[in-house]
């Protein structure tokens, strides 16, 4: 699949992915998707697709912010860019937090038939996306759940917003009372790999709007048997609100022996102060693994 790695962004996205994926952040991109998005919606349907894939489709809501930014392929490129630094053909990948399935389908294409993708995301109508657009890929399984400390029923409010339908989150890390609540179920990573037989891991991605501590301290044996890399957010007020802060996520990265690097478009940095750390993207290595790892990450254009 790597030679359709290759064709990713150039033109298998909407009418200006192969120009707008192409090109770093610059002032005002945002704001161009949304004029081109809107044009879109004016002489079509906010219901759209794309072809992230050769021979595959992906479908968007042009009504929702980073749902447009997926249509023109411009939706994280710094994560895809190290998702494709990281897999390999044959490889597994956890998406916990999976939205629509943005980073899910790319990864599924990467690792190719003989790998696996799971794809965890509790928002009912967000999963039923998700669930459409893993369909291309039988190797990549949608998993309607939350992912937490421990196996549970937990509460999940979601997004208040009709425009970022990614701002759900469980009730123990945020509770603003704004946007409708539901029971979901909630299983820890540990206790999913040992039901499903996991035998390899990767990579796992996390966007999970401040419960990142509680998740990697539910995959606290995944993590010492299968040293995978981790792409997780640092977000000081969404942790906050959860009672956590950087440095103790930061801690529990270091306990658990990751080196732990910021991943922006076209650079990979140590972060060495999580206490100054109001927000970054953040790639951790298994320290053992390390050196290899940012090799690869170099090999995609990454500057370290």
């Not at 190797?139 to 400390?149: D, G, K, L, S, T």
Request: glycine share 10%.
């Amino acid at each position: 699949m790597d030679g359709h790695v290759k064709r990713l962004g150039a033109g298998c996205f909407g009418p200006l992915g192969g120009v707008l994926a192409a090109l770093p952040p610059f002032p005002g991109k945002h704001r161009f998707i949304d004029c081109a998005a809107a044009l879109s919606r004016w002489t079509g349907a906010a219901q759209t697709e794309s072809s992230p894939w050769p021979g595959t489709r992906f479908s968007v809501d042009l009504r929702d912010r980073i749902q447009r930014q997926m249509w023109c392929g411009c939706y994280e490129p710094h994560v895809t860019r190290g998702l494709k630094a990281v897999l390999r053909s044959g490889d597994t990948f956890l998406d916990v937090g999976a939205h629509i399935g943005y980073h899910s389908f790319f990864a599924a294409g990467v690792v190719g038939k003989d790998g696996r993708v799971f794809a965890f995301e509790p928002d009912p109508s967000v999963y039923a996306r998700l669930q459409h657009n893993l369909l291309p890929f039988p190797h990549a399984q949608a998993i309607n759940c939350a992912v937490w400390e421990r196996d549970a029923e937990v509460a999940f409010e979601r997004s208040s917003s009709s425009e970022e339908s990614g701002w759900g989150t469980l009730t123990a890390v945020r509770n603003l009372e704004k946007g409708k609540q539901i029971a979901v179920r909630a299983v820890s990573l540990d206790g999913w790999c040992r039901e499903a037989g996991l035998q390899t891991l990767r990579a796992i991605k996390m966007d999970a709007e401040g419960s990142e501590l509680a998740i990697l301290r539910g995959a606290e044996s995944l993590l010492h048997q299968h040293r995978p890399v981790l792409l997780l957010e640092i977000n000081a007020s969404l942790l906050k609100q959860g009672g956590v802060s950087p440095s103790i996520l930061g801690e529990e990265l270091l306990r658990q022996e990751y080196q732990v690097y910021e991943l922006s478009y076209n650079r990979v940095q140590r972060l060495t102060s999580f206490a100054q750390c109001d927000f970054a993207d953040c790639i951790c290595l298994p320290a053992e693994q390390s050196h290899a790892l940012l090799q690869d990450l170099q090999s995609r254009g990454f500057r370290l």
